[in-house]
């Protein structure tokens, strides 16, 4: 796989976990990556983007102040942390990774995708 994501589980509503993106094959710091979440029935839907360079970051509406993407370059990664979760972040999430020229909107999709972690937050 182009893009390897894990750190998904079950946790309890309110709880925390960390996502992650890497690749073998690719240097994520050439790429903006985001992460995208699937939930059973639904679109896929966008979650939260940062550029190449980590100095922009995009999020939905959904999980602004709860959820934070960075970047680690020297592990070639991209972390998604999910604080004060909720049963409606309940999902299939994607690492999504690409080239985006500088500026523009943070929305993706963009090229590359990783297979997938399941999130399953508990009531």
């Known amino acids: 796989a182009q893009l390897v994501d894990s750190g998904g589980g079950l946790v309890q509503a309110g709880g925390s976990l960390t996502l992650s993106c890497t690749s073998s094959?690719?240097?994520?710091?050439?790429?903006?990556v985001g992460w995208f979440r699937q939930a059973p029935g639904e679109e896929r839907e966008f979650v939260a983007a940062v550029d190449y360079s980590g100095t922009r970051t995009h999020y939905t509406d959904a999980v602004k102040g709860r959820f934070t993407i960075s970047r680690d370059d020297g592990r070639n990664t991209v972390e998604l942390q999910m604080n004060s979760l909720k049963p409606e972040d309940t999902a299939v999430y994607y690492c999504?990774?690409?080239?985006?020229?500088?500026?523009?909107?943070?929305?993706?999709?963009?090229?590359?995708w990783g297979q997938g972690t399941q999130v399953t937050v508990s009531s």
């Open positions: 999504n990774a690409g080239p985006s020229p500088t500026g523009a909107p943070l929305t993706g999709p963009f090229d590359y």
């Open positions: 094959e690719r240097t994520l710091s050439h790429y903006a």
